[in-house]
T-cell receptor, first 109, second 115 residues
Framework: DQQVKQNSPSLSVQEGRISILNCDYT??????FLWYKKYPAEGPTFLIS?????DKNEDGRFTVFLNKSAKHLSLHIVPSQPGDSAVYFC????????FGKGTRLSVIA | DTGVSQDPRHKITKRGQNVTFRCDPI?????LYWYRQTLGQGPEFLTY????????KSRLLSDRFSAERPKGSFSTLEIQRTEQGDSAMYLC?????????????FGPGTRLTVL
């Protein structure tokens, strides 16, 4: 059974608009949450993280929101740029990390 | 320091052969992880080391798989008697245990194709 779910396999967004990627998890014991970005033929690149004591963390165009009661986190990218087109993985846990299956984001110019 | 490196980047082998992959972590990182990723899936944990000690192994890591980190620096992952189901991207990551140690930094991966 999947502990981490990214229910949207793909998402298309116009350049300049907001991209919202979602992730749900099942285990309330998880206390650290991360987003990774992956380009083809490369390993995942760490993007942003949040601990369970916070509900929001912001880094430039990227903001992660955590709703512990709903066991849900989201990544907002504003404004979206064509270079943001990649597969985004949600990862949760301590050591080791548990990853979702990813959402392919396409930002259209 | 240029980050986590892995060698080789690609490996094609015949079923039944043994293969070995190498990972060099970020130099000051004491934790090293191995993950496997197949098409349409996220990375799946295989095993991890803190310094030279192997602290956890996934049930995905069958008896044909063995990993070492002899001096607490680079690590090797060996697969014996490869099977077609072993075809995947093998990813290595490293981190520094302590504050923010969940932020694992990944290498480019080794893509294994078993014919």
């Amino acid at each position: 059974d999947q502990q981490v779910k990214q229910n949207s396999p793909s998402l298309s967004v116009q350049e300049g608009r907001i991209s919202i990627l979602n992730c749900d998890y099942t285990n309330s014991m998880f206390d650290y949450f991360l987003w990774y970005k992956k380009y083809p033929a490369e390993g995942p690149t760490f993007l942003i993280s949040i601990s369970s004591i916070k509900d929001k963390n912001e880094d430039g165009r990227f903001t992660v929101f955590l709703n512990k009661s709903a066991k849900h986190l989201s990544l907002h990218i504003v404004p979206s740029q064509p270079g943001d087109s990649a597969v985004y993985f949600c990862a949760v846990g301590n050591t080791p990390l548990v990853f979702g299956k990813g959402t392919r984001l396409s930002v259209i110019a | 320091d240029t980050g986590v490196s892995q060698d080789p980047r690609h490996k094609i082998t015949k079923r039944g052969q043994n293969v070995t992959f190498r990972c060099d972590p970020i130099s000051e990182h004491n934790r090293l992880y191995w993950y496997r990723q197949t098409l349409g899936q996220g990375p799946e944990f295989l095993t991890y080391f803190q310094n030279e000690a192997q602290l956890e192994k996934s049930r995905l890591l069958s008896d044909r798989f063995s990993a070492e980190r002899p001096k607490g620096s680079f690590s090797t992952l060996e697969i014996q008697r490869t099977e077609q189901g072993d075809s995947a991207m093998y990813l290595c990551a490293s981190s520094l245990a302590g504050l923010g140690d969940n932020e694992q930094f990944f290498g480019p991966g080794t893509r294994l194709t078993v014919l």
